[in-house]
């Protein structure tokens, strides 16, 4: 039977998606629930599995290409079935240098090199064709100090890139921030990692009470749209992760974190992180985040203000524990303090709204005991 790989719609709002890395070449074998090829849109990198299983008998979509969804982009069959006429994927249109614009091959490798668009050069020749130095003039004019040295930008690192772009130009972001004392929950942690039976981090605590208060504090689990402000009923928590390889962030999803218990969600966010450092992340882990939790806890930063993911109206960060001062009546004592941050959405919430989230939220963190 012949399967045809399709490009999956990765998300309500996704009508395209690039094809980061084919797992298998033409010609290997493929089992149904193997890793077949990376699905890369705005928000993060997937990994599709193979629907069929056979042969991988024609890829039609080649790495780095953008293709609609829906589209089929490659063929698995038995060696011996005979394949489907099928279409080509239509590429989505990139902006490129016009094509009546002369100029040497030279001229035009070094301007991809030096990121010079080819149609800003003043040709020096008679006959206006552009040369190498043309091109090393109008850098020199545009670019300002010397580069040492051109990055390019993988498919994710550029996706990712448009996305928080687009987020910045549509929220109207503020935040709001708090200092907690994180004294009993680390008292707690060895006891909670014992009975989970992996490591239990603040983190995870704050994940676990977040879950509870967010059915109370509606507008910070919800996001805005043309005609409402859509508020979620299930507590789908992301946790924000770098990934060093991109140096850029995945949000993996804790889905019905508010229905979890400690030990379920410490485990379950260990798995996610490991997913995300390996590049493994399925589609159902990256799905329906309603509200985000981004951990600095472990870098030492002392305070954070964190980007809003797009569909939500709010974002938590929580910077590093450290031991500070505090004021304990008339005397002044040191305390494992962490500053947590919300950053939401003006449209949707007010800072009162957040801050009494926020302040409900330390108050459960200095008197947490372990459930």
Not at 220 to 231: K, M
């Amino acid at each position: 039977m012949v399967t045809r790989v399709i490009m999956p719609k990765l998300a309500a709002n996704i009508e395209e998606a690039t094809v980061g890395q084919w797992f298998k070449r033409e010609g290997e074998s493929v089992s149904v629930g193997e890793p077949l090829f990376e699905a890369i849109t705005d928000k993060a990198a997937v990994e599709v599995k193979a629907e069929g299983g056979g042969v991988l008998r024609r890829v039609l979509a080649p790495e780095n290409s953008v293709v609609p969804v829906g589209q089929t982009i490659a063929l698995i069959a038995e060696s011996y079935e005979e394949l489907p006429p099928v279409e080509l994927p239509r590429p989505a249109a990139r902006p490129a240098e016009a094509a009546d614009i002369k100029a040497s091959f030279g001229a035009r490798r070094l301007a991809k090199e030096l990121g010079v668009s080819l149609a800003q050069v003043v040709p020096s020749r008679a006959d206006g064709r552009i040369t190498e130095e043309d091109v090393r003039r109008a850098a020199a004019r545009t670019q300002g100090p010397p580069v040492l040295e051109r990055i390019p930008l993988s498919p994710l690192k550029r996706a990712v890139a448009s996305h928080l772009a687009r987020i910045s130009r549509e929220a109207v972001p503020a935040f709001v921030a708090a200092d907690a004392d994180f004294s009993a929950v680390l008292a707690a942690l060895p006891k909670l990692g014992e009975a989970a039976g992996v490591r239990v981090l603040a983190r995870d605590v704050v994940v676990y009470l977040a879950a509870r208060l967010l059915p109370r504090h509606r507008l910070l689990n919800a996001c805005f749209s043309e005609d409402a402000i859509a508020v979620y009923q299930p507590v789908h928590i992301g946790l924000a992760f770098d990934v060093e390889r991109e140096s850029t962030v995945v949000v993996p999803v804790l889905h019905d974190a508010d229905r979890k218990g400690l030990g379920e969600i410490a485990r379950e966010a260990a798995a996610l992180a490991d997913h995300a450092r390996g590049h493994h992340l399925d589609l159902a882990e990256l799905a329906n985040a309603t509200f985000t939790i981004a951990d600095h806890s472990e870098l030492g930063i002392g305070s954070f203000v964190p980007i809003l993911n797009e569909r939500q109206s709010a974002i938590l960060a929580l910077s590093a524990i450290e031991r500070r001062p505090v004021a304990r009546g008339d005397a002044v004592g040191l305390a494992p303090l962490a500053t947590l941050a919300v950053a939401f959405d003006h449209r949707v919430l007010n800072a009162t709204t957040a801050a009494a989230f926020l302040l409900e939220l330390r108050a459960a963190i200095e008197r947490f005991a372990a459930p």
